[in-house]
């Protein structure tokens, strides 16, 4: 008898601790008041129709000049800051947002990119959630039914398909980061940062309710950011990779660069090693890519001799890990199976023309 109380004793506690080993992998708090959810819509950030992704109030969308290129897939961006609590503006880095701050990225294909309103398919959501330990990101990924996203640290392979811009069918696999991955990109130093929130790129007018107005002033009287320069033209802008009308071919390629290289590739970012520094602030052509050599040789750099040859884009290690889809070779590293066909054709012209001032 005194066995069996023994046994049932043991097979309680292992029960009881496993239980709470449970709910710590479930339940993850902080003391910001922000607590990790198994399930997107249990945090209340949108209204209705999950699917439809309608924001509650204090949830702001936000939209930037030029986005990271992610397999063509569109995003939809929103941010919540806590009540009472605000940013603060610089023009240089990511804004200094308050602890509780979460940022929402959502990652989808439209059915048919020549007709977006007949429908889409959301893969991934993306939360950087700032906690009193720092930033950290939370993965969600999206159900085939598009009724919920459950949190998956782990990541996932997807097959997606859609119609394209020119009205053909692509079929191609989705890689979803795993969490870890997330670091990859949003590392700078021993620290997890934000990187889309800074001022060149926020800096534009978008849609608020029908109505057009200026992004910063939104969010300034929205209560979520101080210290905007009262005159704009002193606030730093990035052009818009694609359209011709907001800058030079060189200020377009310099974002491109900027948003899709920058992040890793700056005297700051986990890159900083290989001397290739494609972030908007980096001024010396050599560090951007002229005339220089590889840190390391081998497949990566294509039995190519320096990352830019001015006027050969074809003799450019830059481009030549742009168009492939080797995982061994493409950069970036993540979102990359599929060639930014696009992309590549705008920093081609660029290398081509020469344009590098």
């Not at 991934?124 to 969600?140: C, D, F, I, N, S």
């Not at 811009?165 to 997330?182: D, E, R």
């Not at 980096?282 to 750099?301: D, F, I, Y």
Request: charge should be neutral; aromatic fraction near 10%; include cysteine.
């Amino acid at each position: 008898m005194k066995n069996f109380i023994s046994v049932l004793g043991k097979v309680v506690l292992m029960f009881t601790l496993l239980m709470t080993v449970g709910m710590t992998l479930v339940s993850f708090k902080d003391p910001t008041g922000v607590e990790r959810k198994d399930k997107l819509s249990e945090y209340g950030f949108f209204e209705g129709d999950l699917k439809k992704l309608t924001p509650v109030a204090g949830v702001i969308p936000y939209t930037i000049n030029t986005a990271l290129f992610s397999n063509y897939a569109e995003k939809l961006r929103f941010i919540k800051v806590p009540a009472g609590a605000a940013g603060v503006y610089n023009d240089s880095i990511a804004f200094a947002l308050p602890v509780g701050t979460v940022l929402i990225k959502n990652f989808y294909y439209p059915f048919d990119f020549r007709k977006p309103d007949k429908g889409r398919v959301i893969l991934e959501t993306r939360l950087l959630v700032h906690l009193e330990q720092g930033w950290e990101a939370w993965p969600y990924i999206w159900n085939d039914e598009q009724t919920e996203a459950f949190y998956d640290p782990a990541g996932e392979t997807k097959t997606i398909s859609y119609i394209d811009a020119a009205g053909k069918k692509i079929t191609s696999p989705y890689a979803i980061p795993n969490k870890n991955q997330c670091k990859g990109c949003h590392i700078r130093g021993q620290e997890m940062l934000p990187i889309g929130p800074n001022a060149r790129q926020l800096n534009r007018s978008v849609q608020y309710n029908g109505a057009e107005k200026y992004q910063l002033d939104y969010w300034v009287d929205a209560g979520i950011l101080d210290r905007v320069p009262a005159d704009h033209a002193t606030i730093p802008k990035l052009a818009v990779w694609d359209d011709p009308s907001s800058g030079s071919l060189n200020s377009r390629a310099r974002a491109y660069l900027d948003a899709n290289c920058g992040h890793c590739h700056s005297r700051v970012g986990p890159a900083s090693t290989s001397g290739l520094f494609l972030d908007i602030h980096e001024k010396e052509s050599n560090h951007l890519g002229v005339n220089k050599a590889p840190v390391a040789a081998g497949r990566g750099a294509g039995n190519l001799q320096f990352d830019i040859v001015p006027g050969e884009p074809h003799q450019s290690i830059l481009t030549f890990r742009m168009k492939t889809v080797d995982p061994a070779i493409a950069m970036p590293e993540i979102g990359r199976e599929q060639i930014h066909k696009e992309g590549v054709a705008l920093i081609e012209e660029w290398i081509k023309k020469n344009t590098f001032n």
